[in-house]
């Protein structure tokens, strides 16, 4: 009864139009009048305390990060080097979106960030070398959601705090998965322009590629420095954080004098603004967290998922296709945030590796992206690209499909993510 109030009340409030952080508070204290414990100070202490955790502080870092390099030129100087690498190949432009999406995944860490900026600089050269209109958004789209999986990763540091999962481990794990998401989508495209005729690029020579290699080695060097860092031990997740964002101003305002003032003003309003957005969903959520573990709501579910506990790929296989409706119509962080603390005492009595689960899960929220009603990729590159939502659908379809079946394979193959994940994290 108390987690179907839970749920009840959450999604009623939800559907009712409400913020989800609004919703998760709504929620809490339908629990906490259900527990005959309802208290303001409670609600106003558990806010503050669900903020106050320092590997929180790499969140507002990585966003400044983020923001300057999506306006301080960077992302266009990884386009050209792609660009000079892939783009004389049969459907070159789509392997040039391919790499420069795993490339701004290592930079940014957003997927709406990336796919807005695949968009904005590829989609018109794709439009007007004859690419075909609904394909190339899609493989755009689906490229953009590479970066919640390869460190830096916001929504992996979300999961490791609602986890209580090593953000560190995370991060590691992250990058065999995220990879081996590209090479799926090569494969796809591959196959996708078989038959289409379209006009190559002029190969590039050498001295246009090491031009070009000149040119983008500054932004190249910030995931090298990101992940050498955290797997050699020099800093920590957060403490990565203010390394890449200070790298990330200096390189900007200093080697490619494209960040001044004004901009560096709007960077850090619109980083800011952002921050006060997940961090109050954080807090809401925290709020839940706790109020979930006092209902002993966990136990009411493992309860309901006894039979699948002594089965792990099945009770995955099982969480996975919740999780994916609900990411049909949830967006990223809130899923995390509100399933993540029900879902994780489960996932542990099963035995589930707790960074294999993390990654299974944000993946999963990533492919939820991707599709209708509340897709946030989808709708952003349908706004950037000037593009009917059906077309962007139909275009999204083999790739959407092409993840999935790679998701499955992580269902039925653990060790594809475990193995690398034990090795690159030492």
């Known amino acids: 009864m108390t987690l179907v109030?839970?749920?009840?009340?959450?999604?009623?409030?939800?559907?009712?139009?409400?913020?989800?952080?609004?919703?998760?508070?709504?929620?809490?204290?339908?629990?906490?009048?259900?527990?005959?414990?309802?208290?303001?100070?409670?609600?106003?202490?558990?806010?503050?305390?669900?903020?106050?955790?320092?590997?929180?502080?790499?969140?507002?870092?990585?966003?400044?990060?983020?923001?300057?390099?999506?306006?301080?030129?960077?992302?266009?100087?990884?386009?050209?080097?792609?660009?000079?690498?892939?783009?004389?190949?049969?459907?070159?432009?789509?392997?040039?979106?391919?790499?420069?999406?795993?490339?701004?995944?290592?930079?940014?860490?957003?997927?709406?960030?990336?796919?807005?900026?695949?968009?904005?600089?590829?989609?018109?050269?794709?439009?007007?070398?004859?690419?075909?209109?609904?394909?190339?958004?899609?493989?755009?789209?689906?490229?953009?959601?590479?970066?919640?999986?390869?460190?830096?990763?916001?929504?992996?540091?979300?999961?490791?705090?609602?986890?209580?999962?090593?953000?560190?481990?995370?991060?590691?794990?992250?990058?065999?998965?995220?990879?081996?998401?590209?090479?799926?989508?090569?494969?796809?495209?591959t196959l996708l322009m078989r038959k289409e005729d379209i006009e190559t690029l002029p190969k590039a020579s050498g001295a246009e590629r090491l031009a070009a290699l000149k040119d983008g080695v500054w932004a190249l060097l910030l995931p090298v420095i990101i992940i050498g860092g955290i797997r050699s031990g020099v800093f920590t997740p957060t403490e990565a954080a203010v390394v890449a964002a200070v790298y990330a101003i200096v390189v900007s305002a200093l080697v490619y004098r494209t960040l001044t003032f004004p901009l560096l003003f709007e960077v850090l309003l619109a980083a800011g603004r952002a921050t006060a957005m997940v961090m109050f969903l954080v807090g809401a959520a925290m709020v839940a967290a706790w109020l979930i573990t006092v209902a002993q709501l966990p136990q009411q579910l493992a309860t309901l998922l006894q039979p699948l506990i002594d089965s792990p790929r099945l009770l995955m296989l099982v969480i996975m296709l919740i999780v994916l409706a609900v990411g049909m119509v949830m967006d990223l962080s809130p899923t995390i945030l509100i399933l993540v603390p029900l879902l994780m005492p489960v996932v542990k009595m099963a035995g589930i590796d707790p960074v294999y689960f993390g990654l299974m899960f944000v993946m999963n929220c990533s492919i939820g992206l991707l599709t209708p009603p509340v897709g946030t990729v989808l709708n952003v590159i349908c706004g950037v690209g000037k593009v009917p939502l059906s077309v962007a659908v139909r275009g999204i379809s083999p790739f959407l499909a092409a993840y999935v079946a790679l998701l499955s394979l992580f269902i039925i193959f653990p060790e594809l993510i475990t193995v690398p994940a034990k090795f690159l994290g030492g």
């Open 5 to 189: 109030l839970f749920l009840g009340v959450l999604f009623v409030a939800i559907l009712a139009g409400l913020p989800v952080a609004f919703a998760l508070l709504l929620s809490s204290m339908a629990l906490m009048v259900q527990l005959g414990t309802f208290s303001p100070d409670i609600l106003a202490q558990g806010l503050i305390n669900g903020v106050d955790s320092f590997p929180l502080l790499a969140i507002p870092f990585f966003l400044v990060a983020g923001e300057v390099m999506s306006k301080g030129g960077l992302s266009e100087r990884i386009v050209r080097l792609a660009m000079t690498l892939v783009g004389h190949r049969r459907g070159g432009l789509g392997y040039v979106a391919v790499l420069t999406a795993i490339v701004l995944a290592g930079l940014s860490g957003s997927a709406v960030a990336d796919a807005a900026a695949l968009v904005s600089i590829l989609y018109p050269m794709m439009r007007n070398a004859g690419y075909p209109e609904g394909r190339s958004l899609g493989l755009l789209a689906s490229g953009g959601i590479i970066a919640p999986i390869i460190p830096p990763s916001l929504p992996l540091i979300l999961i490791g705090v609602a986890g209580n999962i090593s953000i560190a481990k995370l991060f590691m794990a992250g990058i065999a998965p995220g990879l081996m998401m590209g090479v799926t989508l090569m494969v796809v495209w």
